[in-house]
């Protein structure tokens, strides 16, 4: 049996509680995954941590709720991601063998080592600080012109911020990077939104049959790209691809799908995670107006802001691992190719780990797992923050004196989040 301190991790003794009742765990994910478990989760992961570091899950395998322990597992190496050959093993076909979920099999955050790291090396350091300097210019340009037509739709009242700004900013920004025509923009945002769902915790089938038809007019119009760049290369992140993975893979039709596989894996990424930065950036900073005022006098500190944004309400609140072999993990032994979900939503409010975690303050500095963690760290975690800071520098210029006018709405999910709908107007 392996054990993480072989890796010379420190563990932390799994908090003590008393068994947990099965229904009661059912119970908390059925109101958790509605769209008003979304609207204010926290109360629901005080009652999962209560249950302790490590819950055994209704449906098999294990839930982390501790910030220490979900920590150390995105940083072990004996800790695998969902990979194509695990999803195959599993009995719920319908769920693991869907096409939307061999495909996400084969992209880069579900592939494994030694196929992760020859993937991940071909891609390269893509968002360095030199491409983005160049690519600054292009998002202030970019979120110039949402915020002036935001301003136009709050002269007549509000105006929905998710809809005008933050669905729009990240689909332009890598829409431009790869070089896709705007008129497809809108088309892929909304694909986008029905794959995430073979991501989701259990989705139904009818999510699925959404999300495994998005799929495929997806992989359609990703290997048309990647042919017609084969065709008529350029100076564009897919014809740069195209030639190292020629340059490595004889086969033509493996380095495509290669190719496939990461456009399609960078679209995916870029879009559903970064507006939820945004969104939810800008939320938590109209519900803290003193915090959103002293923003103001400082926006030097923009940085720490989304940091806490991240910590608060991260794009993705359930990360999945499998363990490689049979391990003790805080006293509870977990098998061989069992699915362990590390609940980061719960574990960023963790009291053992934060001081105050349900309290909002900007001036936190706070470590947090936003963007993941180990191999698998996210890599566009750098643009997204880009296009948050240049996003908040300009709304703390251009429009003081903001207020949210209704609730705003959630996507009833409970792994990838997603405010469907901020309104706002002027005060």
């Given at each position: 049996?392996?054990?993480?301190?072989?890796?010379?991790?420190?563990?932390?003794?799994?908090?003590?509680?008393?068994?947990?009742?099965?229904?009661?765990?059912?119970?908390?994910?059925?109101?958790?995954?509605?769209?008003?478990?979304?609207?204010d989760?926290?109360?629901?992961?005080?009652?999962?941590?209560?249950?302790?570091?490590?819950?055994?899950?209704?449906?098999?395998?294990?839930?982390?709720?501790?910030?220490?322990?979900?920590?150390?597992?995105?940083?072990?190496?004996?800790?695998?991601v969902?990979d194509?050959?695990?999803?195959?093993?599993?009995?719920?076909?319908?769920?693991?063998?869907?096409?939307?979920?061999?495909?996400?099999?084969?992209?880069?955050?579900?592939?494994?080592?030694?196929?992760?790291?020859?993937?991940?090396?071909?891609?390269?350091?893509?968002?360095?600080?030199?491409?983005?300097?160049?690519?600054?210019?292009s998002?202030?340009?970019?979120?110039?012109?949402?915020?002036?037509?935001?301003?136009e739709?709050?002269?007549?009242?509000?105006?929905d911020?998710?809809?005008?700004?933050?669905?729009?900013?990240?689909?332009?920004?890598?829409?431009?990077?790869?070089?896709?025509?705007?008129?497809?923009?809108?088309?892929?945002?909304?694909?986008?939104?029905?794959q995430?769902?073979?991501?989701?915790?259990?989705?139904?089938?009818?999510?699925?049959?959404?999300?495994?038809?998005?799929?495929?007019?997806?992989?359609?119009?990703?290997?048309?790209?990647?042919?017609?760049?084969?065709?008529?290369?350029?100076?564009?992140?897919?014809?740069e691809?195209?030639?190292?993975?020629?340059?490595?893979?004889?086969?033509?039709?493996?380095?495509?799908?290669?190719?496939?596989?990461?456009?399609?894996?960078?679209?995916?990424?870029?879009?559903?995670?970064?507006?939820?930065?945004?969104?939810?950036?800008?939320?938590?900073?109209?519900?803290?107006?003193?915090?959103?005022?002293?923003?103001?006098i400082?926006?030097?500190?923009?940085?720490?802001?989304?940091?806490?944004?991240?910590?608060?309400?991260?794009?993705?609140?359930?990360?999945?691992?499998?363990?490689?072999?049979?391990?003790?993990?805080a006293?509870?032994t977990?098998?061989?190719?069992?699915?362990?979900?590390?609940m980061?939503?719960?574990?960023?409010?963790?009291?053992?780990?934060?001081?105050?975690?349900?309290?909002?303050?900007?001036?936190?500095?706070?470590?947090?797992?936003?963007?993941?963690?180990?191999i698998?760290?996210?890599?566009?975690?750098?643009?997204?923050?880009?296009?948050?800071?240049?996003?908040?520098?300009?709304?703390?210029?251009?429009?003081?004196?903001?207020r949210?006018?209704?609730?705003?709405?959630?996507?009833?999910?409970?792994?990838?989040?997603?405010?469907?709908?901020?309104?706002v107007?002027?005060?």
């Amino acid at each position: 049996m392996s054990d993480l301190r072989k890796e010379g991790i420190a563990l932390q003794p799994a908090l003590a509680a008393a068994p947990v009742d099965r229904r009661s765990v059912v119970s908390l994910f059925s109101r958790l995954r509605t769209a008003d478990g979304q609207s204010d989760p926290l109360p629901l992961y005080a009652k999962l941590r209560a249950m302790g570091d490590i819950v055994p899950a209704p449906w098999g395998g294990h839930l982390v709720t501790s910030y220490g322990l979900c920590h150390q597992l995105l940083r072990s190496r004996s800790w695998r991601v969902p990979d194509s050959a695990w999803r195959a093993r599993q009995d719920d076909g319908a769920r693991w063998n869907a096409s939307a979920s061999r495909q996400m099999g084969g992209t880069l955050p579900m592939l494994n080592p030694p196929h992760h790291t020859r993937v991940r090396r071909s891609v390269g350091n893509v968002f360095h600080r030199n491409s983005l300097a160049e690519m600054k210019a292009s998002v202030e340009r970019t979120t110039s012109r949402l915020l002036d037509r935001f301003e136009e739709e709050l002269a007549y009242g509000p105006a929905d911020f998710c809809t005008l700004v933050s669905e729009e900013l990240p689909v332009i920004t890598i829409g431009e990077w790869l070089q896709i025509p705007s008129a497809d923009f809108a088309f892929l945002r909304s694909l986008t939104h029905d794959q995430v769902y073979t991501q989701e915790l259990f989705p139904n089938p009818s999510q699925l049959a959404l999300s495994d038809e998005s799929t495929r007019q997806l992989r359609e119009y990703f290997t048309s790209l990647v042919k017609e760049r084969r065709e008529k290369p350029g100076r564009d992140p897919v014809s740069e691809w195209i030639r190292v993975w020629d340059a490595q893979e004889p086969d033509r039709e493996v380095a495509d799908e290669a190719v496939y596989s990461l456009t399609l894996f960078m679209l995916l990424a870029a879009l559903e995670t970064t507006a939820h930065v945004l969104s939810s950036t800008f939320r938590l900073l109209l519900e803290h107006p003193r915090q959103l005022n002293w923003l103001r006098i400082h926006p030097e500190q923009i940085p720490d802001a989304i940091d806490e944004a991240l910590r608060y309400d991260a794009p993705i609140h359930m990360i999945s691992r499998v363990a490689s072999e049979d391990t003790e993990l805080a006293g509870v032994t977990v098998r061989k190719n069992e699915m362990v979900q590390l609940m980061a939503g719960a574990a960023h409010h963790d009291p053992a780990h934060y001081a105050s975690p349900e309290v909002f303050d900007i001036r936190r500095r706070p470590a947090h797992l936003g963007f993941g963690g180990g191999i698998h760290f996210c890599l566009g975690n750098t643009l997204a923050r880009l296009e948050a800071d240049c996003l908040l520098t300009a709304l703390l210029e251009r429009l003081p004196g903001l207020r949210i006018t209704a609730a705003p709405l959630w996507e009833p999910r409970v792994a990838f989040r997603r405010l469907i709908t901020l309104p706002v107007a002027r005060a």
